[in-house]
């Protein structure tokens, strides 16, 4: 079974760090790409960043910029997010979630929003609240 | 980047009537759009992706068109598990959402 489930979510303190981690099973994980993507109470979806297959190309929204990064394991077929500098507003369910990346120009190496993706599975989620 | 805006903002209707959601990108994004589906307590579900292609095990009542930068969602005849929100993306840019809701 295709499954992706998140953890390391948590309530931490504004200023503070917390790292999440999605671990996949029942497909090959280093075919895909993978992304994290969240959602506010009773907010809609916000991406966050994503993940080349090779871990080549990496791109984030502004809001998460310089903040948080990306990274993969695949000796533990894990994705992960560095949350550093938490805010208040980054309180949300976080999903990880894979794609395949697509290209219609003669080459998107290197341009993250060169790529077109379609996010077809997801994790249920981990919560993290940012509060003093 | 890429501005998605959906509407209505939330459709009232009843089962067994047709659904139509709409799409709108702030410039042309070709056919790269995708459809999802999310139900209260659920992570989103890929319904539509390539504007008009259906995922692996959506049912042939939900279609999806469109080009440029207009996308529709149809829903032809909605049954009591369709009742939920509905987002269009393209690449990292996510549309405010539809709700389906029970008239």
């Known amino acids: 079974e295709v499954q992706l489930v998140e953890s390391g979510g948590g309530l931490e303190q504004p200023g503070m760090s917390l790292r999440l981690s999605c671990s996949a099973s029942?497909?090959?994980?280093?075919?895909?790409?993978m992304h994290w993507v969240r959602q506010a109470p009773g907010k809609g979806l916000e991406w966050l960043s994503g993940i080349s297959w090779n871990g080549a190309d990496i791109g984030y929204a502004d809001s998460v910029k310089g903040r948080f990064t990306v990274s993969r394991d695949y000796a533990k077929n894990s994705l992960y997010l560095q949350m550093n500098s938490l805010r208040p507003e980054d309180t949300a369910l976080y999903y990880c979630a894979r794609s395949r990346l697509y290209c219609d120009r003669t080459n998107c190496q290197g341009r993250w929003d060169y790529y077109f993706y379609y996010l077809d599975v997801w994790g249920k989620g981990t919560t993290v609240t940012v509060s003093s | 980047e890429i501005v998605l805006t959906q509407s209505p903002a939330t459709l009232s209707l009843s089962p067994g009537e047709r659904a139509t959601l709409s799409c709108r990108a702030s410039q042309s994004v070709n056919r790269n759009v995708a459809w999802y589906q999310q139900k209260p307590g659920q992570a989103p579900r890929l319904l539509i992706y390539?504007?008009?292609s259906r995922a692996t095990g959506i049912p042939a009542r939900f279609s999806g068109s469109g080009s440029g930068t207009d996308f529709t969602l149809t829903i032809s005849s909605l049954e009591p598990e369709d009742f939920a929100v509905y987002y269009c993306?393209?690449?990292?840019?996510f549309g405010p959402g539809t709700k389906v809701d029970i008239k």
């Open positions: 390539d504007a008009s």
């Open positions: 029942g497909f090959i994980f280093d075919e895909y790409a």
């Open positions: 993306q393209q690449r990292s840019s």
